[in-house]
């Protein structure tokens, strides 16, 4: 399979800075079947030739590769520091208006209106003439949900209640976001791995590309790192995912810190004067002391940047322990979760507990991490990571009628947990209780069949699922399954 990939893994690549590479290949395997039975051709080299001369169709390729999975205010954190701390900064250094803002890899939209929802909750009525949000991203289809702002429950799970109330509307079983925050933000095609002012994206004051480079090579980091000092004015600031921060110091911009959160600077104008990060620019100059603007007094809904204790300020961002989770550095990831887990006076948060569990069972040391979730669920019971988890550890432990009870209750707290489906059909399978495993089968379809994009429900467990390699499975075992009934004349008819 690989030889024939290979010229579309190029292609790619060199369009968008995509690396389809280990399981991604199924994704892109079953995206370019799909495609040339869309385009009525017979042999993936067909296919190929189409493509370098339909720009439409290579659009929906694309779209068929890429994953759009956020929420609204995801590091809610680094939101209150941009709300309180950046923008108070930007505002008082800069004589032109409005401050340009740009969120690259902005996904279905979650990430910009959150920013205009927090500019809103500050500045009222006068962010429309402070403040222009410019928005883009790759997809073309998903900008267009974008900018429909309607969004499924999931999208809010990290949301006040009191915003969700204030910023959206019911809409059937969605919600939609108001006028005036949609009107907020403009939309633009982004193509990440092209400089970004022929696209008409430049002169910004501060530009956000969160939980995007972690998908892309070092020399091609390197670029975007390029693109976006060039994209910036004289005096920028570039933030990172927090995981994602201190891996990309690619020496294109100063890496400082502030409150604990690291992020880039161009220029001289926006480094705190309280920073203690020493980056690659920084090591070739002296020291300068740098005038701190006065604060900005403002009535706030979003709660400033809080004091944190001297011990919690040197704990690493769980965010990024998270990313090293999933990236598989699991020596790394336990060293910094038992860091927090030591910290004397402070209190163990539900994700650390949950990553830890999470490494423990990958470990087989079943009976440490059933302590850690049963902690959480005290706290928790609603806990759909914990409860996916307590599922994961009866089953690896062969306890299928208990697996079968906790993914169970991940179904009942969250309908639309397709991981918790697929488990759930995984054990039944397992046993032989074929027409069952083909019903939980069906729902994994169901929800990733309307929308590939469909979020897990989790918070914190990185699970190793591929929307398209698990529908490609579902798919396969309900037609096994459904032939080994005829066979056996059981099931339905």
């Known amino acids: 399979m690989n030889d024939t990939l290979a010229p579309f893994k190029t292609l790619i690549y060199e369009h968008c800075g995509l690396v389809l590479e280990g399981i991604a290949e199924a994704r892109l395997h079953k995206a370019l079947h799909q495609g040339a039975e869309r385009m009525a051709v017979t042999r993936l080299s067909e296919y190929f030739q189409l493509l370098q001369r339909t720009p439409e169709e290579f659009e929906k390729l694309i ?170 004015n004289e005096n920028g600031i570039l933030l990172l995912g927090g995981s994602e921060t201190l891996g990309n110091d690619m020496g294109v911009f100063e890496l400082v810190e502030e409150h604990g959160h690291y992020y880039f600077i161009k220029g001289e104008s926006y480094r705190p004067a309280s920073s203690q990060a020493v980056s690659w620019s920084q090591s070739r100059r002296a020291p300068q002391a740098v005038e701190h603007p006065a604060s900005v007094s403002q009535d706030s809904v979003l709660s400033p940047v809080a004091a944190t204790p001297t011990g919690a300020l040197n704990l690493p961002p769980l965010d990024w322990i998270r990313q090293l989770v999933q990236e598989g550095q699991t020596e790394q990831a336990t060293r910094l979760l038992d860091r927090h887990l030591s910290e004397q006076g402070q209190p163990v948060s539900v994700g650390v507990s949950l990553l830890k569990s999470w490494l423990l069972l990958n470990s087989r040391v079943f009976a440490e991490a059933d302590q850690l979730l049963d902690r959480v669920l005290q706290e928790d019971p609603w806990s759909v990571d914990a409860l996916l988890l307590k599922g994961l550890n009866a089953k690896w432990q062969q306890r299928h009628e208990q697996a079968v009870e906790w993914f169970r209750k991940v179904i009942y707290v969250c309908p639309e947990s397709w991981p918790a489906h697929y488990y759930l059909a995984e054990v039944h399978r397992l046993d032989g209780r074929d027409e069952q495993a083909i019903k939980a089968y069906q729902a994994v379809r169901r929800i990733l069949s309307d929308d590939r994009h469909a979020p897990d429900g989790l918070l914190w467990v990185p699970l190793p699922l591929p929307r398209g390699d698990i529908l490609f499975l579902s798919e396969r075992h309900v037609l096994k399954l459904r032939q080994r009934l005829s066979e056996t004349g059981e099931g339905e008819g």
């Open 63 to 232: 779209s068929a590769l890429t994953v759009n999975e956020t929420y609204f205010f995801r590091e809610p954190d680094q939101i209150a520091l941009f709300t309180n701390q950046l923008v108070p900064r930007l505002l008082s250094r800069q004589s032109r208006r409005p401050l340009k803002i740009l969120s690259a890899g902005c996904s279905s939209g979650e990430e910009p209106y959150s920013l205009a929802m927090a500019l809103d909750t500050v500045y009222g009525e006068q962010r429309r003439h402070l403040f222009q949000i410019d928005a883009g991203d790759l997809d073309r289809q998903i900008l267009a949900k974008a900018e429909q702002g309607i969004y499924s429950p999931f999208s809010f799970r990290s949301l006040d209640a009191a915003l969700q109330q204030r910023y959206f509307q019911p809409l059937d079983r969605s919600f939609q976001l108001i006028e005036s925050i949609r009107n907020s933000v403009n939309f633009y095609p982004l193509n990440l791995m092209a400089e970004l002012g022929p696209q008409g994206l430049d002169q910004y004051d501060l530009i956000f590309c969160r939980n995007v480079s972690i998908y892309f090579d070092p020399p091609t980091r390197l670029q975007l790192h390029q693109r976006f000092y060039n994209a910036l």
